[in-house]
């Protein structure tokens, strides 16, 4: 299993730009979410989604937006791209078991610079 | 809302020490706890977790405590080694919604040879 794999590792962007951020998970499971570490801080939650079809919004959403068309893929979109969102992007998924605890597992990163 | 700090920020102890992580939260309604840890320039690694439930959990050297009431936590790591080097975040679930998670902003841990 190759786990959580998100592409780029590393992308600038200009101011207004847009782009997609991919994230691909081969666990099978059901949760996936996209978190945001600013330097020297913790992460934040972005977007969550707890099946195909079916997402929801985070704790800081205003500026994003997700999909989840497939169990697998879980892709965070930025439209217009503005210097407050330079930050690493971090995608985790988990399973969902009733009554047991659950273990997010996290992608490397993709570390955003928007000039 | 959820405010959850973690002290000190950073931490450099020598090897062979026992050392305690902190971590507080402002409500006390959690679904559980969890500790990561964070290599530079990597994702989180999940340590422990505890259930509201529980008062602690234990995996080889690392015991993490929970105490509710008083929202916190505390992340006791024994007979510390260069390895365990790394930041150390701990997160909160809410009960009221299971899918929202609160990080810590971390600390940061060097443990000199």
């Known amino acids: 299993n190759a786990g959580v794999t998100q592409t780029p590792k590393f992308r600038i962007l200009k101011i207004g730009q847009s782009m997609t951020l991919q994230c691909t998970q081969d666990?099978?499971?059901?949760?996936m979410y996209w978190y945001r570490q600013d330097p020297g801080m913790g992460l934040k939650l972005i977007y969550y989604?707890?099946?195909?079809?079916?997402?929801d919004k985070g704790e800081v959403p205003n500026g994003y937006n997700v999909s989840r068309s497939t169990t697998e893929d879980f892709p965070l979109r930025l439209e217009l791209a503005a210097p407050s969102q330079t930050s690493v992007y971090f995608c985790?998924?988990?399973?969902?078991?009733?009554?047991?605890?659950?273990?997010?597992?996290f992608g490397p990163g993709t570390r955003l610079l928007v000039l | 809302k959820q405010e959850v700090t973690q002290i000190p920020a950073a931490l450099s102890v020598p090897e062979g020490e026992n050392l305690v992580l902190n971590c507080s939260f402002t409500d006390s309604a959690i679904y559980n706890l969890q500790w990561f840890r964070q290599d530079p320039g990597k994702g989180l690694t999940s340590l422990l977790l505890?259930?509201?439930?529980?008062r602690e959990q234990t995996s080889g050297r690392l015991n993490a405590s929970l105490d509710k009431s008083s929202g916190r936590s505390t992340l006791y790591i024994a007979a510390s080694q260069p390895g365990d080097s790394a930041t150390y975040l701990c997160a909160v679930r809410r009960l009221d919604n299971f899918n929202k998670f609160y990080f810590g902003s971390g600390t940061k841990l060097n443990v000199k040879p």
């Open positions: 989604s707890v099946g195909a079809g079916i997402t």
């Open positions: 985790a998924s988990s399973n969902r078991l009733a009554g047991l605890g659950e273990t997010q597992y």
């Open positions: 505890i259930q509201s439930s529980q």
């Open positions: 666990m099978n499971h059901n949760y």
